[in-house]
């Protein structure tokens, strides 16, 4: 009985007023949806005071007081602001990205994001100490010379003679005595100053422990990497040469670990069926929602992942996802990251590059027990997420601009 009086209504409207109607509908539509992501987009929490100090071994007491942990980030921070303050209003938006970063102290920095994992660190820990040792050695003095010629011209080519490494365990508010067990390992293993470990005083979720170890780190190359193990620590080597031939003029680049090559495999079909439907429906979705880059990742979801150090100032400062998904939002931006000049052999400009590249190499995994992923629950919020994540910035809540 309402849609006759509603169909003569239509009927008897002029064509340029039902046009005008269906217009105002649409931009009200939008505007409710941009109101509505201002109200459910995620947020990060601001840092507490204590989350910016880290306790590493001592010889002596076991442990160290907190220590003040260096922060690359709150100095871009105060730059950034500062280069915003001198911008003219009619230039106000969009600000130039800055790249600028602190020199790396340490060829490598891991970052072991942790939730109650007394369980599972310690063979990870091992596994990654052996070969960091191996590899980079404790300390920051050269192992071989480096070739002059060994790079091809670019900007913030990494010191080829800095070594060491690095290693901060973000404790994500466990209530367990993962703390415990990872000082006790670095006591051990003489390990001072080298394994830190930061505490949030309230658990983020993956992708915020990520994020905050990120803004903390010292590293030529920084590597995120799952407290479980499950990725072989030894494919790192594989990354660093992956991020190397990606790089562009800047030396930013992204290398990440990929199981897609393991579809079929024991260590897949073992998974169950449930498990591996809503995998691939997650796919799905990630191809439909992402950016053309990100789209064509076959595997974005792998906890084994590697970033150069000039890459960080594009990625971190924006990050706002702290759950599972932050993965595919630090994919997202690297590939939205702004221009920077080609260079030719000469040092002269030839063009540019738009975006950070990313190389997807395949590594060895194996499944662990005790993950704490709920398969259909976080899956619906994976996907919930995904969508708010992408309405956000393409609807400019969220912006690379900080003010």
């Known amino acids: 009985m309402f849609l006759r009086p509603l169909w003569a209504w239509v009927q008897a409207t002029p064509v340029y007023v039902l046009l005008v109607l269906f217009i105002a509908l649409i931009l009200l539509g939008l505007l409710a949806l941009f109101l509505l992501l201002h109200l459910v987009a995620p947020k990060p929490r601001p840092t507490f005071p204590s989350e910016k100090t880290y306790l590493t071994s001592h010889p002596v007491t076991g442990r160290t007081q907190p220590i003040p942990l260096p922060c690359w980030y709150d100095r871009w921070l105060a730059e950034r602001h500062l280069s915003e303050g001198r ?86 508010g466990s209530t367990d005595k993962t703390v415990d067990v990872v000082l006790k390992f670095a006591q051990e293993n003489d390990l001072h100053d080298i394994i830190r470990v930061v505490t949030l005083e309230k658990n983020r979720g993956k992708g ?15 590597l995120f990497a799952d407290a479980d193990g499950a990725s072989r620590f030894s494919h790192l080597g594989k990354l660093i040469e992956g ?3 990606v790089a562009d003029g800047s030396h930013r680049g992204v290398a990440i670990g990929s199981r897609a090559h393991l579809v079929g495999s024991e260590a897949v079909v073992k998974r169950s069926a449930l498990r591996n439907f809503l995998m691939r429906c997650f796919h799905l979705v990630l191809m439909i929602l992402t950016p053309p880059a990100t789209s064509r990742i076959r595997d974005t979801q792998c906890g084994f992942k590697l970033f150069s150090r000039a890459s960080l100032p594009h990625i971190v400062p924006y990050m706002h996802t702290e759950g599972w998904i932050f993965d595919i939002e630090m994919l997202m931006l690297a ?44 899956s619906i919020k994976m ?7 992408r309405a956000s910035w393409m609807f400019g809540v969220y912006r690379r601009r900080l003010t």
């Open 87 to 172: 911008v003219q209003p009619s230039e106000a938006y969009p600000t130039t990205d800055i790249g600028s970063i602190e020199p790396a102290e340490v060829r490598v920095s891991v970052v072991f994001p942790a939730y109650n994992e007394e369980d599972r660190v310690l063979p990870t820990l091992e596994e990654a100490v052996a070969y960091l040792d191996d590899q980079f050695g404790r300390y920051t003095l050269p192992k071989t010379p480096a070739s002059p010629n060994s790079k091809r011209h670019m900007r913030n080519v990494p010191k080829e003679t800095l070594g060491g490494y690095e290693i901060i365990l973000v404790n994500d």
């Open 208 to 222: 915020g422990g990520v994020t905050h170890g990120f803004r903390h780190v010292r590293g030529e190359y920084v």
């Open 243 to 245: 991020c190397e031939e």
């Open 335 to 378: 590939e939205s990251a702004p221009a920077t000049p080609i260079l030719g052999s000469d040092g002269s400009v030839i063009g540019t590059s738009a975006g950070i590249k990313v190389a997807e190499l395949p590594i060895e995994w194996h499944e662990v027990g005790g993950s704490k992923l709920n398969v259909i629950q976080d």
């Open 383 to 389: 996907a919930i997420g995904l969508a708010v994540l």
